[in-house]
């Protein structure tokens, strides 16, 4: 299979948004290729192994690796202009040259990830996906794999950008007069809040607030408040009383939360999350963060990147026709014992939506066909 031929699926992200695509990805283990075309004609390019994204390739050159350098400060514009001129990759020349040494050089590389990634929770609605399972691009560009919870970009692009999913407000509007409980499953480090939004979890950890309670509590600017709850209630973290919450299983791809952490921009990212060479580089020579000679990264990439048949979840139950996000609004509503009644169903989409994710979709407009519909963020 190749990116020229037919996807596995596909959509756009006014009526499936980034944030549910990502829920669905690490929900389903899904291995494979995601691209974005947005109407400007930009390109993303995103890898995912076992439901995590690992590497994301822009086309537009956004978050360029000699950028990052100049404003974190780490070496001078005479530098990198050096360093460029001689055409070889770039974090090779700033290692041999000594500018740089490899811890720094990682760090900077998980700092252009989380930004590639984050960015994408940014597009606009008209902006449209292909899926393509089992596509093994990006494979060989650039250096390993990133290592970061799924959980704490989820929550970092919905921190920036939550305001841009067309679902938020509806699923909010579902939930809005239900008390609300966190799973018990929830480990707070994995999504990096900050003390602010560690200060919400305190309070819905103490009481069981409406979200309208919540917000007139204060206890956190309303904007974070709402997509905290946005984000709890997608990923199941808020305990509605059915489904099991996102990632709260033990994966052998994200190490367990510890206290260590690495403050990242606005995220926490726990130091051990991330391997060398994460950020992968467009052509040497303009600015990208360059695979590091000499270190053997590539000696456990069997390890890293099973092949896509060993880690794509066997037992997906089909969900052809109808809304990712209108599936999971019914389901909390109805774990709450609210009367949706069809709300966000239309059966004459069934059998017939093209967007199947593998054996199974996060569908845009109806009610799931075959097995009943899986509990699906």
Aim: hydrophobic share 40%.
């Amino acid at each position: 299979m190749s990116a020229d031929g037919p996807a596995t699926a596909e959509g756009d992200l006014e009526r499936t948004p980034f944030a549910h695509l990502f829920v669905y990805a690490v929900e389903h283990r899904l291995t494979g290729a995601l691209i974005l075309l947005e109407p400007t004609g930009a390109e993303h390019t995103v890898r995912i192994v076992r439901g995590a994204p690992v590497k994301i390739r822009p086309s537009d050159g956004y978050a360029r690796f000699g950028e990052i350098l100049l404003e974190e400060g780490v070496i001078s514009a005479e530098i990198l202009a050096d360093a460029l001129a001689t055409r070889g990759l770039l974090g090779d020349v700033l290692l041999l040259s000594g500018c740089l040494d490899s811890p720094t050089l990682d760090w900077l590389a998980q700092v252009q990830f989380v930004r590639r990634m984050v960015r994408l929770f940014d597009l606009p609605p008209e902006t449209t996906y292909r899926y393509f399972d089992g596509l093994d691009v990006l494979a060989d560009w650039g250096g390993d794999p990133a290592k970061v919870d799924p959980l704490a970009l989820l929550w970092a692009g919905l921190r920036e950008h939550g305001e841009r999913s067309t679902r938020l407000q509806r699923t909010l509007e579902r939930i809005e007069a239900v008390p609300l409980r966190l799973h018990p499953a929830l480990e707070p480090g994995r999504l990096g809040l900050t003390e602010g939004e560690l200060a919400v979890i305190d309070v819905l950890q103490s009481s069981s607030p409406t979200l309208p309670a919540l917000i007139r509590s204060g206890v956190a600017p309303e904007p974070i408040v709402r997509k905290l709850i946005y984000a709890l209630a997608i990923t199941r973290y808020l305990d509605f009383g059915k489904g099991v919450p996102l990632g709260a299983e033990p994966s052998s791809s994200v190490p367990p939360a510890s206290a260590a952490s690495l403050s990242l921009g606005r995220m926490q990212l726990r130091a051990t999350l991330h391997r060398e060479g994460a950020a992968a580089p467009d052509p040497a020579g303009d600015g990208e963060r360059a695979p590091v000679m000499g270190r053997g990264r590539r000696r456990d990439r069997t390890s890293s990147e099973p092949s896509p048949s060993s880690t794509v979840a066997p037992r997906m139950a089909p969900l052809g026709g109808g809304s990712l996000s209108a599936v999971v609004a019914a389901e909390l509503a109805n774990a709450a014992g609210l009367d949706v009644g069809r709300a966000g169903r239309d059966p004459s989409g069934a059998d017939r939506d093209p967007d199947a994710w593998g054996s199974s979709a996060p569908a845009d407009d109806g009610a799931s066909s075959g097995s009943p519909a899986p509990e699906d963020p």
